[in-house]
């Protein structure tokens, strides 16, 4: 960890960290804990910042950060700062070092402090003067995985963190008020908010929501509880008409609700499938938390379109365009293939109690980190 090169602390943290943290407690062998707690120690110099909201890149030898070039204002991005909550916490609990619980626990302060536009949390963040960038409002990608990181570190802390909740369903809330809509042919999607005007697309990264919703179900206020598996149930037909309405049986990267048309993509530069996880994601969150057998059936779906189209002879490939009857293959397998596509599609066709909800939560990389049962941090105490 000692290389002169600079990271994303975002993808460090969700794919390195969350591996070696899943690792060491699938395992138990020490050298996981070691490099977690190590690696985790070079990512805080990310950190100082006047706000604390940590930078985007960081080179890991000298501890200097900046924000990607493109992000508005020098901002840094929601779903970054926002995905760091469930590793952090647990690098704390597996080093004794409060260090890393507080750097998140204070990205949260902040957020609180600021005024929402609609109960809404825009992607960009300026980490020196702690104000909004753009209000640019996305459950899909630069936003996704700070949504899905509020609920889980409730779930992951035995439902003690009541800030995580309430901010998780406060914020769902207004998501549902500005965001979701229906089509005039049916379908519920999730729309992006650019300063206050919707466009009705939905990416595929977004499709991850359906699970989400579903998986928070069992904390909302009790008279809604249906009501968000619901909305999971409808972000996972939605999402399975995306695939569906291709010719290859897999869904590009973004699609649309408007000018007549519904979950297809318009443009050539969204019609790609790079062999993304998110919509099997939700299939897999629908199936363990309902039994609907039609989740199995459209996750088959996916792989034989899967094996037919995407498998080649060095392992599996992105496409350029699903629409089209001819493979043009990109030539890359993306390492969330492996940590993500496969695993889910895996746990969907397994018993429930491989990996079993009461016992994990699975980050946004798909690396299952154990819950953190009330009783563990006394059993530690007494162990010292």
């Known amino acids: 960890f000692h290389q ?18 899943s690792a060491y407690y699938l395992s138990g062998e020490e050298v996981f804990r070691k490099k977690a707690v190590e690696l985790g120690e070079k990512l805080l110099p990310a950190f100082n910042t006047p706000t604390g909201i940590p930078w985007a890149l960081l080179n890991i030898k000298s501890g200097i950060g900046r924000n990607w070039p493109w992000a508005s204002g020098g901002s840094s991005i929601l779903a970054e700062f926002g995905t760091l909550h469930l590793e952090f916490v647990h690098l704390s609990h597996l080093s004794g070092n409060p260090v890393f619980a507080e750097k998140v626990m204070n990205i949260r302060k902040v957020l609180n402090r600021l005024d929402k536009p609609e109960g809404l949390y825009p992607n960009y963040l300026n980490p020196s003067s702690g104000q909004w960038g753009q209000h640019h409002v996305s459950i899909g990608g630069l936003g996704d ?52 005007l919707l466009e009705h697309k939905m990416g595929h990264l977004t499709c991850f929501a ?91 779906e996916a792989v034989e379109a899967l094996e037919k189209h995407c498998r080649v002879d060095g392992g599996y490939s992105g496409i350029r365009d699903v629409y089209n009857n001819h493979e043009s293959h990109d030539d890359v397998q993306q390492s969330f293939f492996l940590s993500e596509t496969l695993k889910y599609l895996y746990l969907l066709f397994s018993d429930d109690d491989i990996l079993p909800f009461e016992h994990w939560v699975f980050n946004t990389e798909a690396h299952p980190l154990p819950i953190l049962h009330k009783e563990d941090g006394s059993k530690e105490e007494k162990q010292k």
């Open 4 to 21: 002169n090169a600079e990271i994303s602390v975002f993808e460090v943290n969700i794919r390195f960290v969350g591996g070696l943290l």
């Open 145 to 196: 995985s700070f949504y899905e990181y509020l609920l889980k570190a409730w779930l992951m802390s035995d439902k003690t963190d009541e800030e995580g909740k309430k901010m998780y369903y406060d914020a769902v809330q207004a998501i549902e008020t500005h965001l979701i809509r229906k089509s005039s042919g049916g379908l519920t999607y999730i729309a992006e908010w650019k300063g206050g």
């Open 210 to 300: 359906g699970g989400m919703f579903a998986l928070g179900a069992d904390g909302a206020p009790s008279d809604k509880t249906g009501h968000h598996i619901e909305l999971g149930a409808e972000i996972a037909r939605t999402c399975h008409e995306s695939y569906d309405r291709t010719s290859m049986k897999l869904g590009p990267e973004a699609f649309r609700f408007d000018g007549g048309v519904e979950a297809i993509a318009t443009r050539q530069n969204e019609k790609y499938y790079i062999l993304r996880p998110e919509v099997i994601e939700t299939y897999m969150y629908m199936w363990r938390l309902t039994h609907d057998p039609k989740y199995r059936q459209w996750a088959w």
